[in-house]
C-alpha cells in the first residue's frame, strides 16, 4: 500500500479483555515502531523492531503488553487483560534507516484507538 | 534520558499573524531533531529533520532553526488550514525519536 496501514481503527474492549492490534508498514521499510498516545498528550515510545528483531521494548508498560513482527514486515501488538488505563491511541510507524544507521523520517499510520470500558 | 519540552502548550493566532512554537531538548548525542504536524483522528506527518546548530529548513509558510538546545519553528502570515498540533522530536544515541507533548496551534479567519 501507500501508507501505514493500521486496524482496526477503533477498537471497545470490556476490561480484562485482550486485544491485539496490527500494523502494515510501507513495503520495504525496515524500521517499525509502536507508540502510544494519550489524549492531549505526545506519543509515549512502546517498541521498535528492525525487520524480525525486536531491539527495544523498554517502553512497554507491563508485562501484558507485547508486540512481534515474525517475518518483518507486519506486526501485532498484543495487550492482555486490559485496564481502563491502556486507553489510549496505539501508533504504528516505519521508516527507510539513512546511512549511519539513523531511523531517519518516520512514515505513521493514524493510529488505532482502544477505549477499555 | 532524553527529554522534549515544548512550548506554549496552545497557541492561537489570527490569520497572518506570524508566531514561533519552542521545543527545548535535552539528548546526548544529537542525531537529529524532527518536527511533525498533527491534524485531529490521525497520525504524525513529517515537516522536516534538523541535525546541527545553526541549520534551517523551510516549507512553505514554516521554517525550522537549531541551536545547541532549542529548535523553533516560525510560521509566517498563517492560515486556518495550519490549525493542527506541531510535535517536536530528537534522537540520540538510541536512534529512537522521544516526542513532546506538542503545541496545539489555532489560526482564526
Known amino acids: 500500500g501507500a501508507g501505514v496501514s493500521q486496524s482496526p481503527r477503533y477498537k471497545v474492549a470490556k476490561r480484562g479483555q485482550d486485544v491485539a492490534l496490527r500494523c502494515d508498514p510501507i513495503?520495504?521499510?525496515?524500521?517499525l515502531f509502536w507508540y502510544q498516545q494519550a489524549l492531549g498528550q505526545g506519543p509515549e515510545f512502546l517498541t521498535y523492531?528492525?525487520?524480525?528483531?525486536?531491539?527495544?521494548k523498554s517502553g512497554l508498560p507491563s508485562d501484558r503488553f507485547f508486540a512481534e513482527r515474525p517475518e518483518g514486515s507486519v506486526s501485532t501488538l498484543k495487550i492482555q487483560r486490559t485496564q481502563q488505563e491502556d486507553s489510549a491511541v496505539y501508533l504504528c510507524?516505519?521508516?527507510?534507516?539513512?546511512?549511519?544507521?539513523?531511523?531517519?523520517?518516520?512514515?505513521f499510520g493514524e493510529g488505532s484507538r482502544l477505549t477499555v470500558l | 534520558e532524553d527529554q522534549v519540552t515544548q512550548s506554549p502548550e496552545a497557541l492561537r493566532l489570527q490569520e497572518g499573524e506570524s508566531s514561533s512554537l519552542n521545543c527545548s531538548y535535552t539528548?546526548?548525542?544529537?542525531?537529529?531533531l524532527f518536527w511533525y504536524r498533527q491534524d485531529p483522528g490521525k497520525g504524525p506527518e513529517f515537516l522536516f529533520t534538523?541535525?546541527?546548530a545553526g541549520e534551517e529548513k523551510e516549507k512553505e509558510r514554516l521554517k525550522a532553526t537549531l541551536t545547541k538546545k532549542e529548535s523553533f519553528l516560525h510560521i509566517t502570515a498563517p492560515k486556518p488550514e495550519d490549525s493542527a498540533t506541531y510535535l517536536c522530536?530528537?534522537?540520540?544515541?538510541?536512534?529512537?525519536?522521544?516526542f513532546g507533548r506538542g503545541t496545539s496551534l489555532i489560526v482564526h479567519p
Open positions: 510507524a516505519s521508516s527507510f534507516p539513512v546511512e549511519g544507521g539513523d531511523t531517519g523520517e518516520l512514515f
Open positions: 513495503s520495504g521499510h525496515v524500521s
Open positions: 523492531f528492525q525487520n524480525e528483531a525486536q531491539l527495544d
Open positions: 539528548v546526548s548525542g544529537l542525531r537529529g
Open positions: 534538523l541535525y546541527s
Open positions: 522530536a530528537s534522537s540520540g544515541g538510541s536512534y529512537i525519536p522521544t
